[in-house]
């Protein structure tokens, strides 16, 4: 995950998912879980935040998981 300020009262996802993850099924099917991860935290994450989401793996992480880890990642964040 990369972030960046972006001068606004709200956070921004992002996403760059590589065709080395796996084929077009499964990185769509990654977007969609990291966006409603994204959407299901957006109150609990730092504001005024760019963040891009960069999936490493084919393998299919569970929401839980995901909006766990999203909080996780941005708790020591700098806020704006």
Known sequence: MCGCSNNLDHARVGFSVSRKVGPAVLR??????????????????????DFVLIPQTGKEPGLENLKDNLVTLTRNWPEN
């Open 28 to 49: 769509n099917r990654l977007r969609r879980l990291f966006r409603e991860a994204f959407r299901l935290t957006r109150e609990r994450l730092p504001k005024g935040l």
